[in-house]
């Protein structure tokens, strides 16, 4: 049985800022362009009954507005013309005119259950669109950077059931086809859920290819589909298209097309309550695992080979149970017998007396352990101090309990831990899994489009960009920048809706949900030096944090403050403030930084 390989993410200690101090407000201007649209942009506000946290994070915090990752100055939306729009981001000037490139056949204001139109830049040419009724395009655009020869053109579009949103999608060149793959995410009804929510997620992966020596059109050849428990919080389709990444709290697993939830609920109960393979206990010294024998099976039969980390059993010819054990045995003392009830015991020695194993074989689910009852009795009994009616009933014997409200809320994360899994295109299994613990998950980005998208996740104090390179199966993730301290400042923001950073790594972006936009820029040299009098060294590094929209005196005081307080672990830091009135009537405090 062939098992994911445990993988971790490596950290380049040289992109690591141990000098970093903080960011310091910056009040200079910046510029904020306003355009007037024609037509409202298409919202599709939630339904009464799509009320879980999975519809929020799907389809309730959706974004508008489509950046083309193939040319960054033009941006995109659908208006509720069903028309979609194209921006030209002038930074020098001001924003472009809107101007129309594609019209949806359908009249969206006519269906009732729908969900926001989406779209995905595949290639420079190519681009996959839903309409939010169930229906997938496939647009020919030519070369979009041309704004004058820019015509969209339908080349494929079918649909594919319920309505979905796209997450993502790749093309693929080959000598003789061409071919399309997109991720489709859509939320489905559960009847039979009495426990949880009441609905799933379900993605699916489906190829669209032509063949260039046949005539016909674009269809599509391969759907596959996956079920899982939460919305994947990153979700893509390697560059080749030979295996899929996800990012998500809950597992997700590939079902059969046509297969219903019913029949997927009683093949994994079927599973649950087939018989084990073999049985196992242990003690303080060994470990005994039992194995039921096929009929006329003889000495013969039987082939077991011992190994200080690994065992191998073979049955009449066919591997039976092979794999490294949890710890390491004595193989030479190691031995098995068969009983009279035509049962096969293998005894296997412990190397490290006292040790607890939690399995026998890494990754074995095909066995039982039994527990024996005068050790768990034991172990109670052992317990048995760690337990009281009362909550701390003697305070003053030895060190009082943990205080949670010492901790602060950006300290703590929640109680499930992310996964990060790696699918394979063609046997459907997972074969790379990261357990990225308390990593908490930020935003992605696409960096390069002809890559994967990145990932950002928080380590520490500080958020760290992930490059996935599926062609790389030793090192499939590259630490390729840091946002120094933007962990632990972003989680102090309450109202957060996006969040993004540059291409080029030069500041992050987060977006509340009404009225602010936080843009933090990475260290930049400072226009004045801070001395440490004990130390006499002045390279102290801060970023620059800058806000669009005016906020209080007494607001900006606190950003500030909290930004310097975070050094004090490190250098003693004196702030004073004097208040000053600029033009406009504004009145802001200027600070006096002291560093001893």
């Keep these: 049985m062939e098992v994911a390989a445990n993988c971790s993410l490596r950290v380049k200690r040289p992109l690591l800022d141990p000098r970093f101090e903080g960011y310091k407000l910056s009040l200079e201007p910046l510029p904020c362009y306003q355009l007037e649209l024609d037509a409202a942009v298409a919202e599709v506000k939630l339904r009464d009954d799509q009320y879980t946290l999975e519809h929020m994070h799907a389809f309730g915090m959706y974004n508008y507005l489509h950046c083309d990752s193939w040319y960054q100055d033009s941006v995109y939306y659908v208006d509720n013309l069903g028309r979609i729009m194209n ?22 204001i006519a269906y009732d259950n729908r969900l926001c139109a989406s779209m995905h830049f595949t290639s420079s040419t190519w681009v996959t ?96 589909i996956l079920h899982g428990k939460s919305v994947p919080h990153y979700a ?67 082939q077991i080979q011992f190994l200080p980390d690994h065992v191998n059993v073979v049955l009449k010819g066919q591997r039976f149970l092979e794999g490294n054990l949890y710890s390491s045995i004595d193989h030479e003392s190691s031995t098995w017998i068969i009983k009279e009830n035509n049962s096969l015991e293998i005894s296997l020695i412990k190397k490290n ?24 009795a034991a172990i109670a009994e052992r317990l048995m101090h760690l337990t009281s009616d009362e ?19 950006c300290d703590i994360f929640f109680e499930e831990s992310s996964s990060l899994c790696r699918f394979d295109g063609s046997t459907l299994k997972t074969t790379h899994v990261v357990n990225l613990g308390s990593n908490q998950y930020l935003f992605s980005v696409i960096v390069d489009p002809k890559e994967m998208p990145c990932f950002c996740l928080r380590h520490d104090v500080d958020a760290l960009l992930w490059q996935p390179h599926s062609s790389n199966q030793d090192d499939m993730w590259e630490h390729i920048a840091t946002f120094n301290a933007l962990g632990y400042v972003q989680a102090s923001k309450r109202d957060k809706k996006f969040f993004a950073c540059a291409p080029n790594y030069s500041y992050a972006a987060l977006c509340e949900c009404l009225r602010r936009v ?79």
């Design 236 to 302: 893509a389709i390697e560059p080749d298209g030979n295996g899929l990444m996800i990012v998500s709290y809950k597992s997700f697993t590939f079902v059969q097309v046509g297969q219903n939830l019913e029949e997927s609920k009683d093949e994994d109960m079927s599973e649950k309550i087939k018989e084990p393979l073999y049985y196992w206990q242990q003690t303080e010294d060994d470990l005994t695992v039992t194995i039921s024998l096929p009929e006329d099976c003889t000495k013969e039969d039987i």
């Design 87 to 108: 921006l030209t981001v002038m930074l020098d000037t001001a924003l472009g005119k809107p101007r129309e490139v594609f019209r949806l056949p359908t009249d969206l």
């Design 391 to 409: 909550l701390n009933p003697n305070p003053d014997k030895g060190k009082p309990p943990c205080n949670a409200q010492e901790l602060e809320e």
């Design 518 to 596: 936080f843009i933090y820029r990475q260290p930049t040299p400072m226009s004045t030096v801070l001395y440490n009098r004990k130390e006499g060294r002045k390279n102290i590094t801060r970023g620059q944090a800058l806000m669009y929209k005016s906020l209080s005196s007494l607001h900006l005081h606190h950003i500030c403050s909290s930004s310097i307080e975070q050094s004090k672990s490190r250098v003693s830091v004196r702030v004073e403030y004097t208040r000053k009135q600029i033009a406009g009537g504004m009145i802001h405090w200027e600070p006096f930084i002291h560093v001893d």
């Design 129 to 224: 669109l839903s309409d939010g009724t169930g229906r997938l395009y496939l647009i020919g655009t030519g070369e979009r950077g041309n704004s004058a020869s820019e015509k969209w053109e339908i080349m494929f579009n079918e649909e594919l059931g319920n309505p979905f949103i796209i997450i993502h999608s790749i093309s693929l060149l080959k000598a003789e086809e061409h071919s399309i793959a997109t991720l489709l995410l859509r939320i489905e009804k559960e009847e039979l859920d009495m426990k949880g929510s009441g609905f799933y997620v379900s993605l699916e992966w489906v190829t669209i290819n032509k063949k260039y020596k046949d005539k016909k059109k674009y269809e599509i050849t391969k759907r596959n």
């Design 353 to 376: 007396e006292g040790l607890t194993w939690p399995e026998l074989v890494v990754g074995d689910k095909e066995g039982e352990f039994i527990r024996d009852s005068a050790q768990c």
